[in-house]
């Protein structure tokens, strides 16, 4: 099965910088994108970075200029460079993948996979 393991979250100071990765495994035929969300408390999920096949990228107009998302196809894996982060950036980051695996009789199958989490605190 297909599994996101993502590394990297940790306490920064305003104004500091953070990279997290994720790596991608499992019965995986090709990626069609991967990315980054992210849940404050109290608030709902949402869109941080997406990256897909073709290159094309899309952020959250909140971090547009100081985040940077990234893809090393050959490693399946996904990158975010967070730079001059705030403590509004403070959450649970979450990565996500869209992926097709191979299944019997020659068939393959669409699937959208989250990781499990990693928390970033943004403080003094």
């Known amino acids: 099965q297909v599994q996101l393991v993502e590394s990297g979250g940790g306490l920064v100071q305003p104004g500091g910088s953070l990279s997290l990765s994720c790596a991608a495994s499992?019965?995986?035929?090709?990626?069609?994108?991967m990315g980054w969300y992210r849940q404050a408390p109290g608030k709902q999920r949402e869109l941080v970075a997406r990256?897909?096949?073709?290159?094309?990228?899309n952020y959250a107009d909140s971090v547009k200029g100081r985040f940077t998302i990234s893809r090393d196809n050959s490693k399946n894996m996904v990158y975010l460079q967070m730079n001059s982060l705030k403590p509004e950036d403070t959450g649970v980051y979450y990565c996500?993948?869209?992926?097709?695996?191979?299944?019997?009789?020659?068939?393959?199958?669409?699937?959208?996979?989250w990781g499990q989490g990693t928390l970033v605190t943004v403080s003094s």
């Open positions: 990256i897909y096949s073709d290159g094309s990228t």
């Open positions: 499992g019965n995986i035929f090709s990626i069609n994108g």
């Open positions: 996500w993948a869209a992926v097709i695996i191979r299944v019997q009789f020659g068939n393959s199958k669409y699937l959208e996979v």
